[in-house]
């Protein structure tokens, strides 16, 4: 056939009054019932398989199937419950198996509209399946029931369609009638009258031209459109508005109601969905659509921040008046594919999806997504939430279907922006979507592609929902900053004193914002709190003056910008209640420059005087122990803390998600022989590469190696600086050299393993050590290296999760170090296979080197706290 070739309808007369259907053409039919979208459809289907046309069935809804099972006839059944983009991706390869000059006869998209919750959906489905069948000469027959959608929804399928017809039945008769709407690019003086359809008379029909037969015309019309007066509302608010009704009756505040709610805006995952019908009432969930943006689900983020806050009020009813109270607005999941829909980006969309394009195509959607404009009614309801902050910071967070859930954190895999929202309101306007893109453009990063692989979620259907946050603090100057800011875990697995108990949990604290707790900073260390035993520092930060924050996370108002400024730049602007509490003088600094004849006052931000303060210990830690309690989980969460001049605090608690674990040894399965140093003492020096008795973390192993990567601290030292990331890029190779083949692979690298600062250690991303079954931090004095066991940074949490166990090695050749054992010159006679796996490699040759091991083991004791690595025969 060739392009708009003409196509019998089934039906002579409608042929005649439409000019036929042409090659490329989708028809929708607006209708009453199914039943007479059925009448109609039959016929075109019948005809079809008469003149030996590929004709497909897809079948989808509940109701009663459009066409009977025939020779010839291919039906195809789908589930939409897979979700919008699993089912579109699906529909779309049927399309594409198919190829040209197709012909298709759809279900009601009405059940699309049922199945996903929203108009905008089913909107967004036709969209993006209406063009690619045009592309193809194929005909396609859909159908939509009249007065079940908003005029804009339906508005915008007649847009897309090439033909959109309103099929009306007259219950007294057996006549139909229909009236075209649109045809696209035909016309006749009388194809857009209303038309009487006779259709046991195929070639019967004709147009409503005297006033008797129009007045019958439009009575029938009245009779179809009492309804119409609410269509104005999308489905997802006519749901709501029934909801609100129905809550407002206590007998209809049910169960039944609750889950219905809860499952539109919260999703179906059963532990979470449990919490939500244990802690929630309608008008909660009621109140979160209330400040919604678009329609959805509200994501793993936002979720897990309300259970929290929930679980909070009701069973620590005492800390409401020390709880900073949220006022967060949701941009619904919806908005995510809308927005890839709006901007044409959904065939880049699916070809990312494959398996090829998987990383292929990242970049390039990634481009589309920071370039994509949103559509005239979200940035409405984006200026309305901008006028209700008005010119107060806040933070814009990824909150994705998957994220925050039972076994995928997502932790740092997706951006969180802060608008400090000053400028014009134009400018903030400008401010707020360019936030969101970014985040929406994080999907693509490919951590986060290689983060949902790992996992097998790379087929999962996973939208990203906004939570917006006002951001919690105090205005010093033009400085905005909260007092202090951390993430709390309701239980430690670094045990770095035998009188630690691991299940009072920990907290990871810093001045100012959080985001120096979450990331691998500079320089910097956060201050690390037992919660049994807050005082009690880490073994390698006893001297809180080497170890701790000169340097501030803040929104700064004159530059409009996120900002990290020096401890001196921001203590003059501190009032002294906040000074007093995250600081402490630096003695030696003080007395260096007093002998120098400048004397003045250093301070160092340790936060040691919160540590002190029992109330907010206190607290913290009941918040950790009751979420963990209803839970049933470890967890861990983000927050804040405020002062006032009195000593009032307030705790806001941002966020809140199940926390993975290395596994613990139950007592029946330790080890007969315990790892520690009176066994060392039984293996012969010449065959322990290292033993070490702190700064572990990760699963119970007994692990025989295959490879074992070092990275020379003096040469890594020595290399300039602009080509210590080549090492990272290279380390990458070995990992993926190490995953390929099978190996278990152990890395020894100098200084902190993942850092942003290349002078501080090797900067690979997450990506480029995830074959590793241990890595192994090194210090090396000489050269400033210090590895940190960031115990709650995001980095940190992908190691748990993906069971990689972490070591400290202390620079055993300082006095200082001792109760351990590392053995820089322990491979001999091993074969080096860097040069096999990194041609043609720029570094030094002796730089990065590759063991080839044998009988080489990796042993850990989680119990005791120590490990092992060593050559048994």
Known sequence: MTPFEKVPSGHPGLDRILDFIRCGDNVVWQVSSVTDYRRVASLFAKKALADGRNTIYVRFAPHEPIIAEEAGLTKITLDPQVGFENFTAEVHRIIATAGREAFYIFDSLSDLQTAWDADLMMGNFFSVTCPYLFELDTVAWFCVLRNRHSFDAIARVRETTQLFLDLFSDDDEDDMYVHPIKVWNRYSPTMFFPHRLCLDQVDCIEPLTDGLSVSKFYKTVSRSSSEAARQNLDSWERFFLSARTASQNSSNNSGTLIRQLAERLIGNQDRILDLVLSFFDAEDLLEIH????????????????????????????????????????????????????????????????????????????????????????????????????????????SSSLLEDSFGHAFAGKYESVFCVNTGTPEDRLASFENAIRCVYASCMDESALAYRRQRGLEESDEQMAILVQRVSGSLFGHFFLPAAAGVGYSFNAWKWHESIECDKGMIRLVAGLGTRAVDRTDSDYPRLIALGRPNLPPTYATDSTRYCQRSIDLLNLESGELETRSLDDVLPWLSPFIIERICEEDENAQRYLAEKGTPRPVYVATCSGIAKESGFIEDISRILLVLQTEYRNPVDIEFTVNWNSHGERLINLLQCRPLQMPSIPTTEHQAAQPLDAQTIATIPPSSVFFFLESNVMGPQTNLRLDLVVTIDPQQYWELPWKEKPTVARQIGAINSYAKENGLSALLVAPGRIGTTSPELGVPVRFAEIDG??????????????????????????????????????????????????????????????????????????????????????????????????????
């Open 290 to 397: 209330d400040r919604m943006i678009g329609s959805g689900k509200i994501g793993g983020k936002s979720v897990g921040m309300l259970i929290a806050r929930k679980i909070v009020q009701k069973r620590l009813a005492d800390l409401t008046e020390r709880s900073e109270p949220h006022d967060s607005y949701y941009v619904g999941s919806d908005v995510f594919y809308t927005f890839l829909v709006h901007n044409h980006l959904w065939k880049i969309r699916l070809a990312q999806k494959t398996s090829d394009g998987y990383y292929t195509q990242a970049p390039v959607l990634k481009e589309g997504i920071l370039a994509g404009t949103f559509p005239m009614e979200i940035q409405q309801q984006f200026v309305r939430m901008l006028s209700y902050f008005g010119q107060s910071p806040i933070i814009v967070r």
């Open 772 to 873: 590793f079954c241990v890595v192994c931090e090194r210090a090396w004095d000489q050269g400033g290296y210090r590895p940190e066991l960031s115990f709650g940074s995001h980095f940190f949490q992908d190691l748990v999760e993906s069971e990689i166990f972490y070591a400290g090695i202390p620079d055993y050749s300082s006095e200082v170090e001792s109760g351990g054992v590392y053995n820089s010159a322990f491979f001999n006679n091993e074969i080096n296979l860097y040069a096999s796996i990194v041609p043609d490699s720029s570094l030094p040759p002796s730089l990065i080197s590759v063991w080839k091991v044998q009988s080489l083991t990796f042993i850990s004791d989680i119990v005791r706290g120590t490990c092992l690595c060593a050559r048994f025969t």
